[in-house]
């Protein structure tokens, strides 16, 4: 089974979009509270990224994601 690699959404972009929904799920203020203790964190993303994924990288996540929403 050959599986199509798209390629990566732009960080930029992606960013902007989801400040976009947090403020417009939960409202300014409960936005700027969650972005300010989300970033004051002290949080190995890269240790969390090794215990989820493994050894993955990015495209085969990103495929895994593609796949998954094309079963939706």
Same mark, same amino acid.
């Given at each position: 089974?050959?599986?199509?690699? *798209? ?9 902007? *979009? ?30 969390? #990224? #090794? ?8 495209? *085969? ?7 998954? #929403?094309?079963?939706?």
């Amino acid at each position: 089974m050959t599986v199509k690699i *798209e390629s990566l959404p732009d960080t930029k972009i992606l960013k902007s *979009e989801v400040i976009e929904a947090i403020i417009n799920n939960l409202g300014i203020t409960k936005a700027a509270y969650f972005i300010r203790e989300a970033i004051s964190q002290k949080t190995d993303y890269l240790e969390i #990224k #090794k215990k989820l994924l493994g050894s993955k990288t990015d495209a *085969e996540v990103y495929n895994d994601i593609s796949k998954w #929403k094309m079963k939706k």
